[in-house]
Structures are given as structure tokens and as C-alpha cells.
């Protein structure tokens, strides 16, 4: 995204990129962000509906009002409405935060938005989420988000950052590092987990499935659980009795035998064929 001074963007001189929404009218912007509604929540189901109880679309409405008049240098008024946009909708987006088209926020409850945050195409975050600052400098500070990018419940994206087009945030992450396009990060600190785009559009060609992600945890344990029995089979031990030889040597009190005698589906049966033999 090439980088340009605005004076306009919020504090003067200010590093930020480019308006995503270039010169597109207030009022197409609005439709855009409404009729994005349908694309991405099944459980709307009228214009009228949207219109009327929906507090992310309410927030986003008047944020568009509010960069308008921050834009303007009536900062004051922006500032103003976007405190009543925060008290009516429990989210708070900043007048001066640069946001694209087809803008969605879930639920919406407790959203933040810092004021140099800057949002692609397409943005999708849910309830919860914060894009916030991690310095004290007046000048870039909060993240950059590409095109098409899902944020899930309760994630937090901190500094000046840069994720790419289509990265999916896994729910209650926290983001510190620039994360490629086309990633699925999860985690504290959140860590990239999958590399490949997996297509799971739905029938508008919107991919909202950021709860299909491997968990890292379970594949370490897996991991190490793959390495004790390439240990024992080297060894010729089996269970966790000392010199047990047979299936009956195991702890009769261990709650987890279920776990650890079940092979991992990524790794069990490439280890099995592996094990090294005593004396090799």
C-alpha cells in the first residue's frame, strides 16, 4: 500500500496511507455497508431490520458522518459524534480511522478502532475485537488491514502492523507481527497456523469460516506424544511402569491412557514407520 502525508489523516503530518474509499459518496458508501449485511449474517432478513437493530450498522453510519467532518478539520463535532455513536452502540471507532467499503462489524459490542487504523475492502470484525495503539507517538500507531480480512470475537491487533488480503484472526488472539496475505493466525502471541487460502465461500463469495483453524497446542502434544512411543518401541518398553514389557503393565489409574494410546492422524502413522530398532 503506498504511503502518502495527508494532513487531513488526523495529527499533522501524520504517516498514513491512502483514503480506501477514495472519492465514493457518502450515500454509496452507506448502501454498500447495508446491502454487505445479507452477504454475511444469515439472520438477517429485511432492509428494515438491518436498518433498526442492527448497532454495527448504526456505528458505522455515523463514523462515515464523523471522518466526514474530521476530514474537514471540524474535529471537535467528529469527536463529539462518535462519543454518541459509542454511548448508543458500545462501539467505538475513531473519526479518524481510514475505513474501506463493505465495511461489517458483528454484534458489535466492545469493538474498538483506534484513530490511525486503516481498513481494506471488505473488512468483517466481530464483538470484541480492538484495533489499538502501542504508542505514545502522535504519529502511525495503530494497524493496517488489507482487503477481506476476518477478525474473530474478541482478537486484539496492536501497534502499527500490517495484515494482509484475506488473513483470518482466530477468536481472542492477540496480533503483535505483520502477518502475510492469505494466513490464519491464532493464538497469544498469535502465530500463523495456516498457510494455504482454503476456500469455504459462501454463496455470495464471502469466506467467514475463521473457526476452521488447526490448533497448535494439541499438534505440539501430539508431537511428543509421537516421540515417547518412538521411544519405548526403541527401547522395547510399553506403558509407564517401570520395565513393563506388556499392554497390562499400564497405570491403572491414569485418566488419560485413552489420549496417549491414540495415534495422531497427522503423525502416527509416519512415526510407526520410522522407529528405529534397538541396536541400529
Given at each position: 500500500?503506498?504511503?502518502?502525508?495527508?494532513?487531513d489523516?488526523?495529527?499533522?503530518?501524520?504517516?498514513?496511507?491512502?483514503?480506501?474509499?477514495?472519492?465514493?459518496?457518502l450515500w454509496?458508501?452507506?448502501?454498500q455497508?447495508?446491502?454487505?449485511?445479507?452477504?454475511r449474517d444469515?439472520?438477517?432478513?429485511t432492509l428494515l431490520?438491518?436498518l433498526?437493530?442492527?448497532?454495527?450498522?448504526?456505528?458505522?453510519?455515523?463514523?462515515?458522518?464523523a471522518h466526514?467532518?474530521?476530514c474537514?478539520q471540524?474535529r471537535?463535532?467528529?469527536?463529539?459524534?462518535?462519543y454518541?455513536?459509542r454511548?448508543?452502540?458500545?462501539?467505538d471507532?475513531?473519526?479518524?480511522?481510514?475505513?474501506?467499503?463493505?465495511?461489517?462489524?458483528?454484534?458489535g459490542s466492545?469493538?474498538?478502532?483506534?484513530?490511525?487504523?486503516?481498513?481494506g475492502?471488505?473488512?468483517?470484525?466481530?464483538?470484541?475485537?480492538?484495533?489499538?495503539g502501542t504508542?505514545?507517538?502522535?504519529?502511525?500507531?495503530h494497524?493496517?488491514?488489507g482487503?477481506?480480512?476476518?477478525?474473530?470475537?474478541?482478537?486484539?491487533?496492536?501497534g502499527?502492523?500490517?495484515l494482509?488480503?484475506n488473513?483470518?484472526?482466530?477468536?481472542?488472539s492477540?496480533?503483535?507481527r505483520?502477518?502475510?496475505?492469505?494466513?490464519?493466525?491464532?493464538?497469544?502471541?498469535?502465530?500463523?497456523?495456516?498457510?494455504?487460502k482454503v476456500?469455504?465461500l459462501?454463496?455470495?463469495?464471502?469466506?467467514?469460516?475463521?473457526?476452521?483453524?488447526?490448533d497448535?497446542?494439541a499438534?505440539?502434544i501430539?508431537?511428543?506424544?509421537?516421540?515417547?512411543r518412538?521411544l519405548?518401541?526403541?527401547v522395547?518398553s510399553h506403558?509407564?511402569l517401570?520395565g513393563g514389557?506388556?499392554?497390562e503393565?499400564e497405570?491403572d489409574?491414569?485418566?488419560?491412557?485413552?489420549?496417549?494410546?491414540?495415534?495422531?492422524?497427522?503423525h502416527?502413522?509416519?512415526?510407526?514407520?520410522?522407529a528405529?530398532?534397538?541396536?541400529?
Open positions: 500500500m503506498p504511503v502518502s502525508i495527508d494532513q489523516a488526523g495529527v499533522s503530518g501524520q504517516p498514513m496511507g491512502k483514503d480506501p474509499t477514495g472519492n465514493a459518496g454509496s458508501l452507506l448502501k455497508d447495508v446491502r454487505c449485511v445479507f452477504e444469515p439472520a438477517a432478513r431490520e438491518v433498526t437493530t442492527y448497532p454495527g450498522v448504526h456505528a458505522i453510519v455515523l463514523y462515515r458522518i466526514r467532518l474530521w474537514r471540524w471537535y463535532s467528529a469527536r463529539f459524534l462518535s454518541l455513536a454511548i448508543w452502540t458500545s462501539i471507532i475513531h473519526p479518524g480511522a481510514r475505513i474501506g467499503r463493505r465495511f461489517f462489524i458483528d454484534h466492545g469493538v474498538v478502532i483506534g484513530e490511525t487504523a486503516e481498513l475492502d471488505g473488512v468483517t470484525l466481530y464483538h470484541g475485537v480492538t484495533l489499538g504508542s505514545w507517538s502522535k504519529g502511525k500507531r494497524p493496517t488491514l482487503n477481506d480480512v476476518v477478525v474473530g470475537a474478541g482478537a486484539k491487533i496492536l502499527p502492523i500490517t494482509g488480503h488473513v483470518k484472526v482466530g477468536a481472542n492477540v496480533v503483535i505483520n502477518v502475510p496475505e492469505q494466513r490464519t493466525v491464532v493464538g497469544i502471541p498469535a502465530k500463523i497456523v495456516q498457510v494455504d476456500a469455504n459462501n454463496p455470495y463469495g464471502v469466506d467467514l469460516n475463521h473457526h476452521l483453524i488447526p497448535p497446542v499438534g505440539a501430539n508431537c511428543l506424544l509421537d516421540r515417547i518412538l519405548e518401541q526403541a522395547g506403558g509407564c517401570p514389557i506388556q499392554p503393565d497405570c489409574d491414569c485418566e488419560a491412557r485413552d489420549v496417549c494410546e491414540s495415534e495422531s492422524p497427522d502416527g502413522e509416519a512415526i510407526a514407520l520410522q528405529v530398532q534397538p541396536g541400529e
